[in-house]
């Protein structure tokens, strides 16, 4: 479940907002990464509720050992990083461009990267990947600010 250490296992969930951009990163991850993914879906243009996929990954996730990552994606990115950061143990990460995507490994031990199809283009997203994939989490003061994120109700307002 942690995004500590060397990545193994890749989980990956679209709606069907980037069907398009997660067929192309499962491919990405197997050739070009050589890592096994588990490609939850969806793999259609068929309506479906973005917490259901969310949901599906996360749990998978959270039973997983400490190799595994996820990659979530949806037409904006914002509807399934919500959905994921509802789970407990899940720091999902919605990333833009490959600053945003080192840091939240660097500094937020991100376990899920999170991608709008619809707002990144193949180009980045692979760019994304390919060091969300490899930058190691600084640990450090930010492993403080991480334990606070898992007891809200022990933090004292500033
Ligand atoms: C689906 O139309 C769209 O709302 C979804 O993919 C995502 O962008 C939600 O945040």
């Known amino acids: ?18 069907v398009e951009l997660k067929q192309d990163l499962v491919a990405w991850i197997r050739t070009r ?11 259609g243009s068929d309506a479906v509720d973005y917490p259901d996929l969310a949901a599906t990954l996360c749990q998978a996730l959270l039973a997983g050992g400490p190799g595994d990552r ?19 143990g899940i720091r999902a990460a919605l990333c833009h461009d490959e ?3 080192r840091l ?5 031990d991100a376990n899920v990267l999170v ?8 180009a980045v997203a692979r760019a ?15 492993q403080r600010r991480l334990d606070k994120l898992e007891h809200p109700g022990a933090v004292r307002p500033a």
């Open 99 to 101: 600053f945003g995507a």
């Open 104 to 108: 939240s490994r660097q500094h937020n």
């Open 115 to 122: 991608l709008g199809g619809r707002v990144t283009g193949v």
């Open 70 to 88: 996820g990659i979530l994606l949806c037409g904006t990115g914002i509807g399934m990083s919500m959905a994921a950061n509802r789970w407990s």
């Open 33 to 43: 990464h050589g890592l096994e993914v588990v490609d939850f879906g969806v793999h």
């Open 128 to 142: 994304m990947v390919d060091v969300w994939l490899r930058e190691p989490f600084e640990g450090g003061r930010h």
């Open 1 to 18: 479940m942690s995004g500590a250490g060397e990545v193994k296992r890749v989980f990956v969930a679209t709606d069907h907002g980037a």
